[in-house]
């Protein structure tokens, strides 16, 4: 945010100083600023949901298989044997 106010960080003596931009660096700012507040919200509730769908469809997985061992574990299989035979 220093761009529009016309100074840059001097990164060797660890100040800010002044500093006039052309045009075509604030034009440049301008739209680096205006496409990282437009984007970032929409990428990060993308990204919410893509890994939430993501980890919602193993934990049911992971319940089928659970559902699925306790049925063939615990499933009186010998009363049906019993009464057909």
Known sequence: MLLFRGRKM???RGR?????????????????VAVLLCLLPTLAI?????FLSIILSVMVGQLSL?????????????LIIFSVG
């Open 10 to 12: 001097n990164m060797i």
């Open 16 to 32: 800010n100083d002044s500093m006039s931009y052309n045009v075509a660096e604030m034009y440049l700012g301008v739209i680096i």
């Open 46 to 50: 993308f990204y919410f949901y893509v």
């Open 66 to 78: 659970i559902f699925l061992q306790i049925l063939f574990t615990d499933f009186p299989y010998f």
